[in-house]
């Protein structure tokens, strides 16, 4: 599994009226890190766009002066889509996760209609990443229902 890493230094200029981290930065930060592991594992970042953000549960306040890591990387693939879990740590809480997220993308053919991106990601044996692909395949399976059950 490839993961992709992204560190950013919290200055003062990202934090809110409270002095920690705002949440719309961190929000940014977190698809911005998702959308590039999605675009390197589909070799490519002009045909990728964001469909869907799951859940942003902020965990633990962030001050300005703390490093914050993102890891990312491409937890299940569809036909269309890649559904991307980004990972948020910081040294201020050693070895725990303040911020989890997945973002969905879709690959886009020259009319702008999702097109087959071609990416297989097999079900892993690694019983957390096997997880995350169980309940993305899941969430992608209820989503193309309620869609087909609107269009009929
Ligand atoms: C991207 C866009 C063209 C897709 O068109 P659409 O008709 O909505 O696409 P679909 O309903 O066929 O869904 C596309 C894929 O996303 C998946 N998907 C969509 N919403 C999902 C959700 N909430 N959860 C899981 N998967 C989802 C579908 O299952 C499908 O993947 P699959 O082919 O692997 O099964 C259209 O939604 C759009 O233009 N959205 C705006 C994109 C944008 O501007 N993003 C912000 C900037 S990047």
Redesign the pocket.
Known sequence: MEKTHVSRLVRLANLNHHGTLFAGETAQWM?EAC?VAAAKKNGRADN?????V?GLQFRKPVESGDIVDIESFVAY???????VVGRILTPRYPGECILETAV???T?GKD???A??GIVVERPEDPVLREYWDK?ER??????AG?QAEEE
């Open positions: 698809v959308f990728v766009v964001c469909i869907n799951q693939a569809g036909s269309t889509s890649l559904t969905t993308f879709v886009l702008g209609v999702p087959p991106h993305y969430k992608r399976k209820k989503y193309r869609k």
